[in-house]
């Protein structure tokens, strides 16, 4: 069951310099929901993420995080550059470094940040492997460490672009079921980029579709 709403978008036009990618986009996302976001390359969906996440600004339009995600408590899982694939660090530091927001004035991570990146390992599957190096694991263990950071950011609202992205089939069945088991389980908010025309109807509770106009589906 949804709860309070903690995301509003209203009127939103989305683009960079002066290209236009969609316009109109309007929705709200309450607590508990499983927003999919679908359509073809180029129609806005990443810049949507950024405009939310505040990392690009619309060309018109307001963007508003009410409650407790405001400003703070949202995790992000962007898609992977080939550099960070190749990222030199082990597990466990990649997945601590989800805990940064939760620094503050200190130089240094604590115990409290050190137990939760060690709990987000273990919730994914993957503390036993703690200790290898990021750059040799396997497409779907990456990603489970992405999520485990992810996770260290918040226990709120989990904002996911292509998360499954260049997974084999059973990498992706595995990593959508953790993604599911997080928002049913946990309560976690799940808004979701994906080019999976199955995973609405599979997974999600509500699919914002671009396209030639941007929908809403409650599934």
């Known amino acids: 069951m949804s709860g ?112 939760l990146a060690l709990l987000n390992m273990k919730r994914m599957g993957i503390d036993d492997i703690s200790k290898r190096c990021y750059r040799e694991l396997s497409g779907g263990q990456q990603q489970r460490a992405l999520l485990a950071r992810a996770l260290c950011a918040t226990g709120k609202v989990l904002v996911l672009d292509e998360p499954v992205a260049a997974l084999d089939p059973k990498a992706t069945e595995e990593m959508y079921e953790l993604i599911t088991s997080l928002n049913k389980e946990d309560g976690i908010t799940i808004i979701m980029v994906t080019h999976d025309p199955e995973a609405p109807s599979r997974y999600a509770t509500h699919e914002l579709r671009f396209g030639q106009e941007v929908t809403t589906h409650v599934i």
């Open 4 to 115: 309070e709403i903690i995301l509003t978008c209203k009127d939103l036009t989305l683009g960079y310099e002066n290209i236009t990618l969609a316009e109109g986009v309007s929705f709200t996302v309450s607590e508990g929901e499983y927003w999919c976001i679908t359509g073809e390359n180029g129609t806005g969906k990443t810049t949507l993420m950024k405009t939310i996440l505040g990392l690009t600004k619309p060309l018109a339009g307001n963007v508003e995080w009410n409650g407790t995600a405001a400003g703070t408590g949202i995790g992000y899982l962007p898609q992977q550059t080939d550099v960070q694939r190749d990222f030199p660090a082990s597990v466990y530091e990649v997945v601590l470094s989800g805990c940064q927001g939760r620094l503050g004035m200190r130089p240094f991570y604590n115990r409290s940040d050190r137990d």
